[in-house]
C-alpha cells in the first residue's frame, strides 16, 4: 500500500535536514536560536547536532516545521 498523495502539503518530501538547512541559511544560526531557544541552535551548531536533537524532541520539531513554513510564506510574499 502507498501513502496517498499530498499535493498541497508543503512538508510532503522535505526532510528535516533539508528544513534545518534551509532555516538556517534563511536566518542564520543566531536567528533560528532567537527564534527556537533550543541549545542545539544557540550553542555551537550545526545541522548533525541539530538533527539528532530533532529527532528524539517532537515538541521541537514540530517547532522548526512550523517556522519552515513560515519561511516559505515569508518567501512567498518577498517574491523569492
Known amino acids: ?22 532555516l538556517a541559511d534563511f536566518y542564520g544560526w543566531d536567528g533560528l536560536g532567537e527564534r527556537i531557544p533550543v541549545r542545539c541552535f544557540n550553542v555551537d551548531p550545526s545541522v548533525n547536532s541539530s538533527l539528532r536533537f530533532l529527532r528524539k524532541t517532537p515538541w521541537a520539531r514540530d517547532k522548526v ?3 519552515y513554513l513560515f519561511m516559505l510564506r515569508e518567501q512567498r510574499r518577498r517574491g523569492g
Open 1 to 22: 500500500m502507498t501513502a496517498p498523495a499530498q499535493p498541497n502539503n508543503p512538508l510532503h518530501g522535505v526532510t528535516l535536514e533539508a528544513m534545518v538547512t534551509a
Open 65 to 67: 516545521e512550523g517556522l
